[in-house]
């Protein structure tokens, strides 16, 4: 093969590197640079209009988030905020009645908590005859949780009957016992007065007899109790 003169060597290992230079030139001074730049400026904008959405979408998941995990500010409302004091809760006259001989000023039950919950007890024993009364209330937090106890309760004393024209509902059982051949007869009263509870419990004796005071007597005792302790749960109102 015969070598090529000098100045044809030198243009045909050149011109490759003159090609090359001329791409790059295009590329980064020529006209396709203003397209490269343009294309990178349009996704530098769509990645700022991407993160953009998602910060939008956040703080709206974050602010709806917030909306629903905020606690109802309904209150529950309450007929009765505390227990009377139930010492004063029956009538004088209606103790001297039910328990003769009985201080009409009774014995109050002590409590964990006297807003919520109150007990007075009178008994007496005069001549053979013994009578014991009690009256208790109980403050609920509403009147569905004093509904719901109400049904518990009165479910376990069967055999008794409601009790027209007292509170919200009110049960009445009467039951006899012996013991050593001595009958005692008690009667329950209980009441659901909106969110507050009223029991009554009466029972009596008959010493020398052995034998228990009648159903209807000790009935209609704890009805009357029932009654008048109902009427006391006023003081105890929210105002």
């Known amino acids: 093969m015969r070598d090529l003169p000098l100045p044809l060597a030198l243009t045909a290992r050149l011109t490759p590197v003159v090609v090359l230079a001329c791409a790059g030139w295009a590329l980064t001074s020529g006209p396709f640079a203003a397209s490269s730049a343009d294309g990178q400026r349009a996704a530098g904008q769509d990645t700022h209009t991407t993160d953009a959405g998602s910060s939008s979408s956040s703080s709206?998941?974050?602010?709806?988030?917030?909306?629903?995990?905020?606690?109802?500010?309904?209150?529950?409302?309450?007929?009765?905020?505390?227990?009377?004091?139930?010492?004063?809760?029956?009538?004088?006259?209606?103790?001297?009645?039910?328990?003769?001989?009985?201080?009409?000023a009774g014995k109050e039950i002590p409590s964990t908590d006297t807003t919520v919950r109150r007990t007075c007890s009178w008994n007496a024993l005069k001549g053979?005859?013994?009578?014991?009364?009690?009256?208790?209330?109980?403050?609920?937090?509403?009147?569905?949780?004093?509904?719901?106890?109400?049904?518990?309760?009165?479910?376990?004393?069967?055999g008794g009957g409601a009790v027209p024209d007292l509170g919200n509902a009110a049960y009445s059982v009467v039951n006899l016992t012996t013991e050593d051949k001595q009958q005692t007869r008690e009667g329950v009263v209980?009441?659901?007065?909106?969110?507050?509870?009223?029991?009554?419990t009466y029972n009596g004796s008959?010493?020398?007899?052995?034998?228990?005071?009648?159903?209807?007597?000790?009935?209609?005792?704890?009805?009357?109790?029932?009654?008048?302790?109902?009427?006391?749960?006023?003081?105890?109102?929210?105002?």
């Open 60 to 104: 709206s998941s974050s602010s709806s988030s917030g909306s629903s995990a905020a606690p109802s500010s309904t209150a529950v409302s309450k007929a009765y905020a505390s227990a009377p004091a139930p010492c004063t809760a029956i009538a004088t006259k209606t103790i001297s009645s039910l328990v003769p001989g009985a201080k009409t």
């Open 206 to 239: 008959d010493f020398e007899t052995k034998k228990a005071p009648g159903t209807d007597e000790i009935n209609k005792g704890a009805i009357k109790a029932a009654r008048e302790a109902v009427a006391a749960l006023k003081g105890g109102q929210e105002n």
């Open 128 to 158: 053979y005859d013994y009578r014991w009364l009690d009256v208790s209330f109980e403050i609920t937090q509403s009147d569905a949780a004093a509904q719901k106890s109400y049904e518990q309760r009165t479910a376990e004393k069967s």
């Open 190 to 200: 209980m009441v659901r007065a909106s969110n507050a509870l009223v029991t009554v």
